[in-house]
């Protein structure tokens, strides 16, 4: 049996024929779905390299094929291949028995609109509320309120058409997508709900002790990629330049590359904190991220559209007390003295204050974060994938 996976991500293949990434995925990333399927091919972007000095994550491994897209950035250069990867779709799948697509993305959307047209049984993994995503301030482009109708729209269409439906959240995504399962008790329609998360048991740490001075802090955020407003990063900048009239002075570490960095330091000039400020760049794997999550006190992430973040789950295993956004799944996550209203500059610097104020507090919520977190273990997520693979082996 095999399936197709259509993923959105950027990977690379060097002279060698191996393939890599400089982000999550993995070999063990796709190495998940062959705990139903015998051989999966990866549909994604991708493009050749010298070297993977840039990309140490090796994706390429025992029954894990690749097809290549083209590589592009952003809605118009994928308005300038669109047709050049529509008639590429069909050599994707031809060999296939089903599919997943892991949803909202413009290839995601291309994939599942051709392959549902063959008849055969396909899945979706619902990661982030669209919706959201692409609401007004948060992408750079003219096309932001057209993506945000159109994905919207298209996401609901899918979820009640889709044999199987998977969501990142427990509740929140299910209200808004619900998928055909919901009203029909047949066995070919079925949905689910796990994590992205890839935390393994080496990853968890003891709860916390913490002796605050009560001015000082340190808080870190982490984003894949900034490039876009939509994690927050402008407000946490904004909500220091309001502590520092109170001389709180936290310290702040952003993980993550991007075209916005600049931008974002110029905003930290303008406000008087960029001393506080420092952008570090990316991390390739777990353990940096374990590492740099462990020299910090606070993780504050105060994002604009969620499913269910991975990096929180993270920093909460790490026994980090967490801010963040009332968005989606994170109240599954997160009690309301951990949470702000999108965009509340002032909300999210009292917030602060009172974790900086309180260390007793601080330690609560790490125990209680750690707890949560192992909710979320790769074992435990494990055992509801394969669970819902196997559904749509069956019907294949």
Known sequence: MKALIVIDGHLVRTPDGKVWSSRIYNYAFFSRYLSAFDKVKIAVRMKNVETNELYPNLCSGENVEFFSIDEYRGPKEYALKYFKIKKKIEESYVDCDCAIFRIPSSLGYQFCS??????????????????????????????????RLLWTLKLKMICKKANGVSYVTKYALQKRYPSKAKNNKSDMFFESYYSSANINDAFYSSPRKFCNDGKTIKIIHIANSISNYVKGHKELIESLSILK??????????????????????????KGVENQVKFIGKLSNSNEIKNELLKNDLFVFPSHAEGLPRVLIEAMATGLPCISTNINGIPELLDDDCLIDVGDVKELANKIKKFVEN????????????????????????????????????IA
Not at 120 to 144: H, N, S
Not at 363 to 390: C, H, M, P, T, V
């Open 114 to 147: 051709s392959f549902s047209k063959t008849k055969k049984p396909y899945a979706v993994e619902v990661v982030i509320d669209p919706w959201d995503f692409a609401a007004p301030g948060m992408l750079k482009t003219p096309l932001r309120s057209v993506i």
């Open 245 to 270: 009239k109170d001389n709180i002075l936290p310290e702040v570490t952003f993980v993550g590359d991007g075209e916005l960095i600049p931008e974002f330091e110029k905003l930290a000039r303008k």
């Open 359 to 394: 260390p007793k507090l601080m330690e609560e919520e790490s125990k209680k974060n750690i707890g949560i977190a192992k909710e979320y273990s790769e074992n435990n997520l494990q055992k509801r994938r394969k669970d819902f693979y196997n559904k749509l082996k069956k």
